[in-house]
């Protein structure tokens, strides 16, 4: 598989919306967005990503095979800590693309004086679970509820020391 991880830019917000709306339909746990966002408001989410790394405040990478989006990984800085955010098309789980674009991330914010990542993490999502053990995450103890599709899901923290 040709895979290159770059830099999130302007090229690559169709790429991302594409990416957005497919896993919406198909995996409610690993996007958790309340409702399907209006393409405005998708178009000025990408807008405000590139801005955010562009400033140094956010780490945006995405995946790319045969040119086409296929996957994002991003780590929002908040002083000494980054908030994960992580997403893969489909046909392209398991097979290393998370891995790459989470480590590319990651080497990213070191230096920036983020030690610890955190990934929150729909409490059925027993894959990302999995990935994010793999990885080298650990379980705080941490929770918090959220409302997907009508139903109270709970949402557990995963962190990682960089």
Known sequence: MELEI???GEEHAEGIKRLVYSLFESDRLAIR???MPMPQELDMLIEKKIDM???GRLA???ALSHGSVIGECEITIDGSE??????VEKAFQHKGVGARLLEAC???VRGTGVNRVIAEIAGQNSGAFAFFGK???KATGGSSKMVIDGKETEIKMLEKFI
């Open 6 to 8: 770059n830099e999130i």
């Open 33 to 35: 967005y309340k409702e």
């Open 53 to 55: 790394s562009r400033q």
């Open 60 to 62: 945006d990478m995405v």
């Open 82 to 87: 980054g908030k994960i955010g992580i997403l």
């Open 106 to 108: 990651i080497s990213r």
């Open 135 to 137: 990885m080298g995450f």
